[in-house]
């Protein structure tokens, strides 16, 4: 690296090569060093983010270059935020355990993207070689299944449990929708029935050897959440917000929940952040990111932004999704794993 630093470098890059810079960053106000995503940003994009002029982003520069070169910045050098980290009982996860975590995708609304992201990162994560499973806890709006073209019915496995279905790609499935005669019919169940579904869905079907079990919620904060963080054992929670979403209270409600009973926030993702044209100008169609509210209200860091893209729509309805590919997710995916394995 040339020992000028200029708006296109990653910002990870650099405060790999330089630490000093690190300071310099948060005394601009700037959290991305404290961030998955923001560290694997270019300083230009990081300022962009957020909403710097111009002159803010030249400032900010000439004041990384002057801490490299031995000069004093114009701004105080600031300590880096220490977050909340992730708690060692996930690391040290019992190395014989077949399923090794077990992440719960929430959020406290529905329609923000939550069944789609937990797909899509299931994707990802396996085109990175992990092994992979989704848990479609979403008993009476299942769409999981839908989303991968898993057809037919789960069999008995060899060992007597049940055999879940997989997808092209070699995804683990279970979903109710596998067990009704009709996608269409209703699944009029009450809570205590659901609950009970979910816990069959994790004890009683056959999954392996895992690297990650993803589980799939129904949104709001009742039986299905909260029989996922009581009765499975969970290792941590990502929370799927979108922007305009943050304006209510109901990503807090759900961000409440999870510390009531104790979970582990992970990281949080914020799905249709921006709508990207083919020459590459970005719209924030839903209002400005909230990335950093997120981050602030969970001490978790932000996984992913995730652009809004028609297309998905399309591969989704026709059992297509594993064909998909976007950069972003293959960043969320990269972001989950390193941050998971986050050693404090
Ligand atoms: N980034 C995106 N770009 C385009 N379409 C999206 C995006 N995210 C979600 N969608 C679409 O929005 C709709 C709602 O998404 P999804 O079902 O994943 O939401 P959800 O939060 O799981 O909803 P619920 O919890 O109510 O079931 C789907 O049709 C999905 O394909």
Redesign the pocket.
Known sequence: MADTITADMIIHDVVTKYPNTVKVFHGHGLPCTACSVGSRESIAGGARTHRFTPEKRDQLLSDLNAVIHGEIPSVAPKKAPVGKGIPLNILSADPNRKIKQVIAIM?GK???????VTGLLAVSLRRQGQRVGILDG?IT?P?IARMFGTTGSPTKSASGGIEPLRSKGGIKVMSMNMFLEKESDPVVWRGPMVSSAIKQFYSDVDWGDLDYLLVDL??GTSDAPMTVMQALPVDGVVVVSSPQMLATMIVMKCIHMVQQLKGVIVGVVE??AYFETPNGERYEIFGASNGTELVSMTGAPLLGQ?????S??AL?DSGRVEEYYAEAYELLAANFISTLKIKR
């Not at 529905?110 to 789609?116: A, H, I, R, T």
């Open positions: 959020s529905g329609g923000v993207g939550k069944s789609l979403d709006g769409s129904p949104p799905n249709m995730l652009p809004i893209d028609p998905l729509a989704c």
